[in-house]
């Protein structure tokens, strides 16, 4: 599936899907079984929109900090980054000479870092004040536990190299060559100790953030996804053509394969929430979303439409090892949508482990969302839409019951 430059633009099924109506589908054939429509969650919230902001250009790219308090916009027509506040007023703008490739803003908004096309890589503080600039083209992120900025190369800008990390200052402290493999993918724990690189030949290799190599390399029938939890041990997680695979690292610090699951179709994309994996898959088969145990590898549930989406959806998660007993954090993966029901009408939704809808977030995008981001803690949701010449971001925080009286634009949670 194209990757999309961020756009997000779906078919009616995958409303039917995730939310059931009075028109659900039924199976023509026993390769598409019948939609199971996902109900409710109990514990729903209203996502509010809060503001909505024009830049007077196309959007590219739009990054939320996980504290929900800046928000970093890159746009092209003209080229420029810009970095807004939480009441979506501009703090500093920013010209650019070349479109922005990729981008990253750390959890506090202090550090945000650009990859531009012309082979640099910059970073600046949230004043606007650039730090340093080095030259690379790659996906920059954002290691704030660590105090670190970490170059991917996802492209084969630098067919030698699969990453470099750098420090807060600009000092390089480790580099990491691709002389045995092309790196395709890369999955960092949410520790930030350690991350996994998947290569062209389905090997898995661990290391340290830092550069440092970590651990016995594994082999899997890979297609460049992964996954990697930290707690309680670490874990890597490899999708295959139809299987999914789970391993663990042991006692005697050796990859322990924990199982191995055949899968009905092929799916893209996974991400660990909680004890769960979740899978997301768009081909001309259809669409899938579905959840793993990942102990265990057993299905939990799974949805399936045989009509595929216009555009693979981008899938953030809602899940963190820090939660308090007064304010426990929900676990949930994001999914954009097409609802089918207007022209342009566009729905973010969170569905919960069991599969059920937490929330949803109606866009009106004419062309399309090209980028959102998500916060956990507060729970907040971005989206930038690439309206030609006339892109807008819109931020929304999610409310317990309805939207304030005066926001006409949120109306109430209804499934």
Known sequence: MAKIKHRVIFCIAFYTLMI?????????????PVVIP?????????????????????ISHVSLSKNAKHVLVSTSDPLRAQL???????????????????????????????????????????????KWEREHLGRPIILERKKLVLLFNDDDADAK????????SGRKVGEVKASRFEPLEMAIAENQEFVALIGSKG???????????LWQELTSKGSGA???????????????????????????????????????????TIKPVGNAVFLYGNSQQGQALAALD?????????????????????????????TSAKEPLRQYASVAIDDGVQA????????????????????EAESGIYSYDLSSKPEALVVGAGEPGNGFIEFYRFEKGLCGKTNKNSPPLKF
């Not at 514990?43 to 196309?58: D, E, G, I, L, M």
């Not at 990942?294 to 090892?321: D, H, I, M, Q």
Request: hydrophobic share 40%; with cysteine.
């Open 203 to 213: 090997n898995i290799t661990t290391y340290a953030t830092e550069g440092k190599p």
């Open 294 to 322: 990942a102990t265990t590898g057993k299905l939990l549930w799974e949805r399936f439409y045989p009509l595929p989406a216009n555009y693979s959806s981008l899938v953030f998660t809602n899940s963190s090892s820090q």
């Open 84 to 130: 807004l506040t939480k009441q979506g007023k501009v703090k500093w703008s920013r010209p650019l000479k070349q479109p922005v490739r990729a981008q990253a803003i750390s959890e506090s908004g202090d550090l945000i870092a650009l990859s531009t096309y012309d082979n640099k890589l910059q970073v600046f503080d949230s004043s606007g004040r650039k």
């Open 226 to 268: 992964i996954a990697l939890t930290a707690n309680p041990n670490p874990r890597v997680f490899a999708l295959g053509a139809k299987e999914l695979s789970g391993f663990e690292l042991g006692s005697s610090k050796k990859w322990v394969n924990l199982w191995k699951t055949s899968l009905k179709r092929r799916f893209e």
């Open 344 to 363: 342009g009408m566009l729905q973010i939704l969170g569905v919960n482990l069991q599969g059920n809808a937490l929330w949803k977030a109606a866009i």
């Open 38 to 58: 996902a109900a409710a969650a109990e514990a729903v919230t209203t996502a509010c929109k809060k503001w909505r902001f024009f830049p007077q250009a196309h």
């Open 20 to 32: 059931g109506c009075s028109t659900q589908p039924t199976a023509s054939s026993s390769e598409h």
């Open 161 to 168: 190299t699969a990453f470099i990390t750098y420090d807060f």
